[in-house]
């Protein structure tokens, strides 16, 4: 099984800045620890984070005829984002969505996503445990469901 991992824009500074928000870990050591785990289940794990919409539009796409789900903190582009929308449901492969904070003890602007309603579940509020978390409910509905 082939699981991809997208991280949108800001997540490269993970573990740099404001942790009492988003925590210690840099995006480094969660990639390396998840690929860790994904291989320990049989899953080969393909991780990409860019600041660019188009990019991980572009990431998306590639992931047709590839990965059988997907894993997607798309950061503040959840918010805003119907091309990244769009690419999601274009693959037609499945996903869930991620967030480390709880976005809904947040900001109002933070309450909409444009990738909820399309996700098999969403993890949010736990942090970097939040990838592992969603790594399991991912690969529990695929092995059910795919
Ligand atoms: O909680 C999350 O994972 C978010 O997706 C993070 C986004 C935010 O816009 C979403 O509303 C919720 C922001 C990522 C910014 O990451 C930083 C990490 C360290 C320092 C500064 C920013």
Redesign the pocket.
């Known amino acids: 099984m082939h699981v991809l991992l997208v991280n949108?824009?800001?997540?490269?500074?993970?573990?740099?800045?404001?942790?009492g928000?988003?925590g210690c870990d840099t995006l480094a050591t969660i990639e390396a620890e998840l690929t860790v785990e994904a291989q320990a289940d049989g899953i080969k794990l393909a991780c990409f984070q860019s600041n660019f919409e188009g990019a991980l539009v572009e990431r998306i796409h590639q992931a047709m005829g590839v990965s059988q789900g997907i894993l997607i903190?798309?950061?503040?582009?959840?918010?805003t984002s119907i091309a990244i929308r769009d690419a999601l449901t274009g693959v037609a492969i499945p996903f869930v969505e991620?967030?480390?904070?709880?976005?809904y003890a947040?900001?109002p602007?933070?309450h909409r996503s444009y990738l909820s309603d399309q996700a098999v579940g969403i993890v949010?509020?736990f942090g970097s445990k939040?990838y592992s978390l969603a790594l399991q409910g991912l690969t529990h509905y695929l092995r059910r469901n795919g």
């Not at 903190?73 to 918010?79: R, S, V």
């Not at 991620?98 to 976005?103: C, G, K, M, R, W």
């Open positions: 949108g824009p800001n997540l490269n500074l993970l573990g740099q800045r404001e942790p928000i988003y903190n798309a950061g503040a582009y959840t918010h991620l967030h480390l904070s709880n976005t947040r900001e602007f933070r949010s509020g939040n």
